[in-house]
């Protein structure tokens, strides 16, 4: 998978971009679990992409739900059994 950010907020510690294998559109999140930071990444969809993109506050909400492991279907890669919190 080659993820391509195309917007980073760096005060709200997520980014939105589009998997260029793929063509999906997602969500991440920095997680660390003690041994190795990484991102986890959250499908969502054409209209919310766009939505988020042109207002990048209103995936807050989003981004939070995701930080509280509430959005766990839309995972675009599942997580290891030593799974990282959110930073």
Known sequence: MKFQDV????EHMFSLGIEQDSGRFYVSI?????????EEYYEVDR???DLFS??????????????KRELDELLMI??????GTAI
């Open 78 to 83: 599942p997580p290891g059994t030593n799974r």
């Open 7 to 10: 917007f980073v907020s760096r």
């Open 47 to 49: 209209a919310t992409f």
């Open 30 to 38: 920095p997680v660390s679990n003690g041994m190795a930071d990484y």
């Open 54 to 67: 042109r207002d990048p506050n209103l995936a807050l909400p989003f981004v939070i739900r995701c930080r």
